[in-house]
């Protein structure tokens, strides 16, 4: 009756009957058998699988003598059914076969065999293919790729007990050795240099040329013959071959290395074996070609970095270079302008003028460059000083209020004052208003420039509004960008650097600060720049902190004179220059700054106040009357 059942069952099933346990199998479990059919058919279990006797031996006495039906879902056993003991996996149940004409009443035992081998070996090669894709992307470097991927074989030994990555060297003629799974660098089996040139000789262990040459997989077998000793693998013995495979790189027709890999000696070597290999190289030769991608742009950042080095040193050399000059020629220049009238030819007085005023313009530019080059190389010094920011800014922007007015413009300010003190550099903070006062009347034509400030309790915020031709939409991005101009803007002049913006940025992020801006065409813009209150911000060696560095401050003179010479209807022999001078050190928050007004003729000045139309100059608060 069982015989029968087997024979019209199509799933693989074995009867195991009598007590020696004879074999009788259907057609389906034929494969299970590989080599072995027919010759197992009547023989004892014993025999037939006498590699895994002591494995099957308990499972199937277990239900033969009256216990309870065996199964297992994974039983991994090392059977020989092909001429080599391979590796296999199946799902078994052993069920007691009743039989009455015995004393015992049990008969046999039916085998349902379920092989699961490809399945449990194509999961564990994803695995490695994932382990592979996860590490390998961590490499930085071609040599650090090759070592992730050999520490990441080494975990799954199964089905590639050692592997060894041969890196081409970029004359082809050299092979070096880059990685190595289950086997020690420099043993017999991986030499650290492999030759490519020429065909590989009796003493060549692994045949790289030829798999370079014919660009497909060599396997190598007998390896015993060859390498002595054999790496051993996870298996009691070694493996057998090993598969020499290409390791492609992005460029066409050009070769990353080669992957040696060890094949299993429990595996036969088939088409899946090989497509897993191949696999397995394709995703050498991604973390290969990632690291050194990688690894070209750090060399390409490393080279503008560099360059970027020598820009600014070149940059505070050429500045510093350029400040002597300027220096030792406008001290003759303003001490022949301020002689005395009649002593000077007038005609001269005004040549004089114009160098005076076109110096102050250059020197700007250069102190400029001078303070992108100290911010760049990390060498600019600043001192935060407790400071009355309301009081200074409102006499900053009073320093532009002849020639805003002179524009036919409004100047609007409003700074309150303020609760308490706020740690500034004050060199700087003139630079970020007078740069933005600047730009503000470089850029407006009618209405009005209104500059205010507003206390926020843990910050105060500086706001310069303009009625202007206001910004694009799309440049407002780039607009802190150094060196990048608006095209056809609409402007009182087209001279410029295209860093002042720039500059007040770095500026404010010494502060610990920010710096915004809204715009709309042919209505205006307003900044918005952002200082935190108090000292926790800041750098706490630089708080109230001398500066080692000379100050290159030029006050707002340059800044006035040149905001002047892009009025057209400027008068002739007419200089007004205005100063900040350092306060007296025993106060120097609240003490507000004061202005020398340096009048050459006897002319009025354009504040009517009279109290300098002399010859000689006086001193003055700001604002002046």
């Not at 299970?32 to 014993?46: E, I, N």
């Not at 006498?50 to 308990?58: A, F, K, R």
């Amino acid at each position: 009756m069982m015989v029968r059942f087997l024979l019209a069952n199509r799933f693989p099933l074995l009867l195991w009957w009598g007590p020696q346990y004879i074999s009788i199998y259907n057609d389906a479990y034929r494969p299970v058998l590989g080599t072995k059919h027919s010759w197992a058919l009547g023989q004892p279990v014993s025999t037939c699988w006498s590699e895994i006797w002591h494995v099957l031996q308990p499972l199937i006495d277990t239900p033969f003598h009256g216990g309870p039906a065996t199964w297992m879902e994974d039983l991994a056993l090392e059977i020989n059914r092909h001429g080599f003991v391979e590796e296999t996996h199946f799902t078994v149940a052993y069920s007691p076969v009743p039989d009455e004409t015995v004393p015992s009443g049990i008969g046999g035992v039916l085998a349902t065999v379920h092989e699961i081998s490809a399945k449990v070996v194509g999961e564990r090669r994803v695995a490695v293919l994932r382990d592979l894709g996860a590490r390998a992307a961590e490499a930085k470097t071609a040599e650090d790729a090759c070592a992730i991927v050999a520490m990441t074989l080494a975990q799954h030994p199964q089905d590639m007990p050692f592997a060894l990555l041969y890196l081409l060297e970029a004359d082809g003629q050299h092979a070096r050795l880059a990685g190595a799974a289950g086997v020690p660098p420099g043993a017999p089996a991986s030499p650290p240099v492999i030759a490519l040139s020429g065909h590989p000789g009796p003493d060549d262990v692994w045949p790289l040329a030829d798999a370079v040459r014919l660009d497909t997989i060599r396997v190598v077998d007998d390896l015993a013959a060859r390498v002595d000793p054999v790496p051993p693998g996870p298996w009691s013995d070694p493996p057998r071959a090993a598969a020499v495979v290409p390791v492609r790189s992005p460029l066409a027709h050009q070769l990353a290395g080669v992957l040696v890999a060890g094949l299993s000696a429990r595996l036969r070597f088939d088409e899946l074996y090989a497509s897993f290999l191949e696999l397995v190289a394709t995703q050498v030769a991604t973390a290969i070609a990632h690291a050194r991608a990688y690894e070209e742009e750090r060399k390409r950042a490393e080279a503008l970095a560099e360059l970027d080095r020598s820009k600014t040193a070149f940059f505070s050399n050429v500045s510093h270079e350029f400040r002597t000059p300027l220096t030792l020629m406008l001290g003759p220049v303003e001490d022949l302008l301020g002689t005395p009238e009649g002593q000077v030819v007038p005609e001269h007085r005004e040549l004089l003028t114009v160098v005076h005023r076109n110096g102050l313009r250059l020197q700007k530019l250069v102190n400029t460059l001078l303070d992108f080059s100290r911010i760049e190389a990390g060498r600019i010094e600043a001192s935060y000083e407790p400071t009355d920011l309301a009081t200074v800014t409102a006499d900053l922007a009073s320093v532009f209020r002849s020639a805003i007015e002179r524009a036919g413009l409004g100047l609007v300010v409003e700074c309150p004052p303020l609760p308490d003190a706020v740690y500034v550099d004050r060199d700087m903070w003139e630079k970020i208003v007078l740069n933005l006062l600047s730009n503000a009347f470089k850029f407006t034509f009618e209405g009005e420039i209104a500059v205010s400030l507003s206390w926020g309790g843990d910050h105060v915020a500086l706001r310069v509004r303009d009625t202007g031709t206001g910004i694009p939409a799309h440049e407002i991005p780039y607009l802190f960008e150094r060196f990048h101009r608006i095209p056809n803007a609409r402007a009182r002049t087209y001279e410029g650097t295209g860093i002042g913006l720039a500059l007040v940025q770095e500026l404010v992020r010494l502060h610990g600060g920010a710096i915004t801006v809204v715009s709309e065409v042919n209505v205006g813009t307003t900044f918005t720049v952002t200082i935190p209150t108090g000292t926790t911000h800041l750098p706490a060696a630089r708080v109230g902190a001398a500066c080692h560095l000379a100050s290159i401050a030029l006050g707002a003179d340059a800044d006035v004179e040149e905001a002047l010479r892009w009025l057209p209807d400027e008068p002739a022999g007419v200089t007004v220059s205005v100063s900040a001078v350092t306060p007296p050190p025993l106060a120097p928050a609240l003490v507000p700054p004061r202005a020398f007004c340096s009048r050459t003729t006897t002319l009025t000045c354009a504040n009517t106040c009279g109290a300098c139309s002399v010859s000689t100059g006086r001193w003055w608060p700001w604002p002046m009357a």
